[in-house]
């Protein structure tokens, strides 16, 4: 069971380049969600989807789009790559979003734009 | 809008010595409440949460949290620190009344010293 997997690992972006980052869950999950995790500042929520078909923004969501075609996949994109995206990239999932229903996180994606 | 506080960027123990990691929320409400571990160069793995049940959760790899209301927190513990502990530890919160998006603290560093 490989829970939540992203794809790529590690990345070197040029200022104004594009990028999709690819999430997989194979845990029948519902929500889905796309983090960024900078030193000090936690993880932000950049948008999330609470099924196939639906996307919605959250904390921080400027310069990124989303698709969730498929229910087992989350897709991030960045249009136009800026040295401030910058950071590791984590994709969660779980079984809905409410109560105290947990997130189960993939290994990250370490994204460095130059 | 729903807020976490980790009282303490880094904390520094010795081996054998309790751990006592803080978090504080926001909302009158109480929240739903999560601690996550991150060890290096890796995602988040859930080590407890609240679920109403008890105000005390014992969790994975001896840590258990406390929940008080009067004090808004819930507080992180573990009594005898062992070297494998060393990693970032996140509250996170999710307001009761049907909200998909977790919040996450800050993060604190755990340090275990020899």
């Known amino acids: 069971n490989a829970g939540v997997t992203q794809t790529p690992k590690f990345r070197v972006l040029k200022t104004g380049q594009s990028m999709t980052l690819l999430c997989a869950q194979d845990?029948?999950?519902?929500?889905m969600y796309w983090y960024r995790q900078d030193p000090g500042m936690g993880l932000r929520l950049i948008h999330y989807s609470v099924g196939e078909g639906t996307t919605a923004k959250g904390e921080v969501p400027d310069g990124y789009n989303v698709s969730r075609l498929k229910k087992q996949n989350f897709l991030l994109g960045l249009e136009s790559a800026a040295p401030s995206q910058t950071s590791v990239y984590f994709c969660?999932?779980?079984?809905?979003?409410?109560?105290?229903?947990?997130?189960?996180f993939g290994q990250g994606t370490r994204l460095t734009v130059v | 809008a729903q807020s976490v506080t980790q009282l303490g960027s880094h904390v520094s123990v010795s081996e054998g010595a309790l751990v006592l990691l803080r978090c504080n929320y926001s909302s009158s409400v109480p929240p739903y409440l999560f601690w996550y571990v991150q060890y290096p160069n890796q995602g988040l793995q859930l080590l407890l949460k609240y679920t109403s049940a008890a105000t005390l959760v014992k969790g994975i790899n001896g840590f258990e949290a406390e929940f008080k209301k009067s004090e808004t927190s819930f507080h992180l513990t573990k009594p005898s620190a062992h070297m494998s502990d060393a990693a970032e530890y996140f509250c996170?919160?999710?307001?009761?009344?049907?909200?998909?998006?977790?919040?996450f603290g800050k993060g604190t560093k755990l340090t275990v010293n020899p």
């Open positions: 845990m029948n999950h519902e929500y």
């Open positions: 996170a919160v999710k307001p009761q009344g049907g909200s998909e998006k977790l919040v």
């Open positions: 969660a999932s779980s079984w809905n979003g409410t109560g105290n229903t947990e997130a189960f």
